[in-house]
């Protein structure tokens, strides 16, 4: 602002040209925008102290033309301009204007033109010119911000929109537009999803919407169907925001969809390969299940009859060692198939773990004496073997799964008499608290560090030459591994070349309380006059248990279909003592049968034949009231003592 004084010279030097009323003219002196009076030629007569400042003191205003002060059009005709306005014309009154302040530089200002009298009543005009530059400034920065924000919202590869609480569209980026066929997003503001959707759609993305505005909640990467311009089926992670005024009130909602197409489709994709996996790892488990009865079965029958003939043929009998021949090489096609279809169990989750109480010395026992049967066999006589059970018998009952407990050591005891030309074999478990930890420590010959890592992965040997010296398929141990998983422990070995192999297993140590019920002592009593129904399809299955039977005295009724089965239950004037019943029988519906025997007979025990231990069809039988179970190939003594327990 000027001072006072040079208010008043300015207005001397510059105002002498027109004679104003002076009331006029003090008022022009105070005004706070800028006043100049032109002649009706466009000639400056009088600029009062705010223009004089806005252009500059150096500035001679008085003299100068309009065209000197702002930067016109070429064409505009300023002298007929000015004669349309004091001849009272119409004329556009307010201009936005460049004011020329210097040769180059310019400023923004709004200019109106009007006429006005002068007290010598001369026809002026009255020029009211308005400094806006810095709002323009604030416009074009504004301009610019806005600019760079569409920039950006159009390069972001998501839908970005924001839109009233009506729905209707106030901004939305090229993605959103492209996706609803239409060219510019401008088009699409004051519109509705109703305008460019199928109706069901847009009534979905509008509730969603209207629930956010409602709630105030925002709904975030929600799943929504498009379909678009083209009529494709897309789909979108869209977030939908409560939009806010400067008073927190919700006024819409802004959202941002991300495409993505490609992921549900490899989503629906996966989807059907897993279905597809399952459904081959399905037919490969019943394939494999057939497969195992079917060679089982013939198998069951080579070394059932060969353990009769052995048993019925005189100690010295040169035959002897055929059989044993054929017992040995049977035994071991078996295993081999048992653990084929094991590890494919274990692959695909199938393998199932039955708990049960048992105890555990018992278990111990068994193997220990197996093993010093088979050293003695095997005529291994450098090798001694060892068995720990530091629990007495009442402790050592535990909940867990025997016939498992069982595969895993005999595993381990195989490799350890196996991989042991002399020396000893200790084997045994010791309690860690609330864990037990088998082992199996053979001073044979070890295994180097490096092939510790890969010991338990399938098919591994540590000789894998074709003419190695030691027989095996490399599963029983990831067998081991995968069991003891099952079992809720972990596996591992300690081992130093030339000196021996420590094999360790850890499991949860659940100690339970027999019931005397529960307590298998074995009996001793004789199974003479007992009376068994036995249901097999396989005619030479049934012929050797017959003979198994008949050995030990018993009455063996054989039932070859429901009806006979069940009659012989019903009608048979003798007491049945126990059913022998093959789960595979092919008129055998499980549960059912096992109900209905149950109920016209509650006390008579049944013993499953079963294939393997871990068969789903043995849980469902035992649930529906059937009592215990034994694996073919059955072993004779084995089932004479099971046999003589039920009873008893
Ligand atoms: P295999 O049927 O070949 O014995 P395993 O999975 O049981 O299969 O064992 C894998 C390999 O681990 C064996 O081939 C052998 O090289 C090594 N191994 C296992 N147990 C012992 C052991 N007690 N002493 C030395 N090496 C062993």
């Not at 059009?73 to 020329?100: C, Y």
């Not at 009442?394 to 016939?403: A, G």
């Not at 595993?411 to 030309?421: D, E, I, R, V």
């Not at 930890?437 to 338990?456: A, H, Q, Y």
Request: hydrophobic share 40%.
């Amino acid at each position: 602002m000027p001072s006072k004084k040079d208010s008043e010279d300015l207005k001397d030097v510059q105002s002498n040209n027109v004679s104003l009323n002076p009331t006029v003219s003090e008022l022009l002196d105070v005004v706070s925008i800028g006043m100049v009076i032109l002649s009706s030629e466009a000639v400056v007569v009088y600029a009062n102290p705010h223009a004089r400042n806005l252009f500059g003191i150096n500035k001679n205003l008085i003299g100068s033309m309009f065209e000197d002060l702002f930067l016109i059009e070429p064409l505009i005709d300023v002298k007929k301009l000015f004669k349309t306005i004091v001849s009272g014309g119409s004329f556009q009154k307010q201009q936005m204007l460049r004011i020329k302040l210097d040769e180059d530089v310019s400023i923004w200002g709004i200019v109106s033109l009007s006429s006005l009298k002068t007290f010598s009543s001369e026809e002026v005009v009255l020029c009211q010119i308005k400094n806006i530059s810095e709002l323009k400034e604030f416009e074009e920065t504004i301009t610019r911000q806005s600019h760079l924000l569409l920039e950006l919202i159009n390069s972001l590869p998501n839908n970005i929109f924001i839109k009233d609480k009506e729905g209707k569209f106030l901004l939305a980026n090229v993605w959103v537009s492209r996706l609803m066929g239409v060219e510019n997003p401008q088009e699409l503001l004051g519109k509705t999803d109703f305008d460019f959707h199928p109706k069901k759609l847009a009534h979905k993305y509008y509730q969603d919407e209207q629930e956010v505005i409602n709630t105030g909640k925002a709904k975030i990467n929600i799943i929504e169907q498009v379909v678009d311009s083209h009529n494709n089926r897309t789909w979108y992670s869209t977030s939908k925001l409560p939009l806010k005024n400067n008073h927190g009130e919700i006024v819409g909602i802004m959202g941002i969809g991300r495409d993505i197409t490609k992921w549900v489709k490899e989503q629906k994709t996966l989807r059907k390969a897993k279905y597809m996996a399952e459904r081959a790892d399905q037919l490969k488990s019943a394939f494999l299940a057939n497969l195992s009865h079917e060679i089982r079965t013939p198998l069951n029958g080579i070394l059932g009859f060969s353990q009769f003939l052995k048993q019925s043929l005189p100690q010295k009998d040169k035959n002897h060692k055929y059989i044993d021949f054929i017992l040995s090489n049977g035994k071991h096609l078996l295993h081999l198939i048992s653990d084929i279809i094991d590890i494919s169990k274990i692959d695909s989750g199938q393998l199932n773990i039955y708990k049960k109480n048992f105890v555990l010395n018992e278990l111990m026992s068994q193997l220990e004496y197996s093993y010093k049967e088979i050293i003695k066999q095997k005529d291994l006589n450098n090798i001694q073997l060892f068995l720990e059970t530091p629990l007495n018998d009442k402790k050592s009952t535990i909940f867990s799964d025997d016939l498992r407990i069982k595969q895993i050591l005999t595993n381990l005891l195989n490799n350890a008499l196996k991989f042991t030309q002399g020396g000893t074999i200790h084997f045994g478990y010791r309690l860690e608290g609330k864990f037990i930890r088998f082992f199996v420590k053979d001073t044979g010959i070890g295994i180097l560090p490096d092939n510790i890592k890969s010991i338990f992965k399938r098919f591994h040997q540590v000789d894998s030459s074709l003419t190695r010296k030691y027989e095996g398929t490399g599963l029983g141990l990831s067998i081991s591994k995968g069991l003891v998983e099952l079992l809720g422990g972990t596996i591992g070995v300690m081992s130093e070349v030339n000196k021996g192999s420590e094999f360790y297993f850890i499991i949860p140590y659940k100690k339970v309380k027999l019931t005397t019920k529960e307590s298998p002592v074995p009996s001793e009593k004789s199974l003479s006059d007992k009376h068994l129904i036995v249901v097999h399809d396989n005619n030479q299955s049934y012929d050797l248990l017959e003979i198994i039977l008949f050995q030990n005295n018993v009455e063996v009724m054989r039932a070859r279909n429901q009806n006979s089965f069940f009659e012989l239950i019903l009608s048979h004037p003798k007491k049945i003592d126990l059913i022998l019943l093959n789960i595979y029988a092919q008129w055998f519906d499980g549960c059912a049968s096992i109900q209905k025997i149950k109920s016209i007979d509650v006390r008579v025990p049944i013993l499953l034949i079963v294939d393997a231990a871990d068969d789903t069809k043995i849980e469902e039988c035992m649930a529906a009231g059937a009592n215990d179970y034994i694996v073919e190939p059955i072993n004779h003594d084995l089932l004479i003592a099971k046999i003589k327990k039920l009873i008893q």
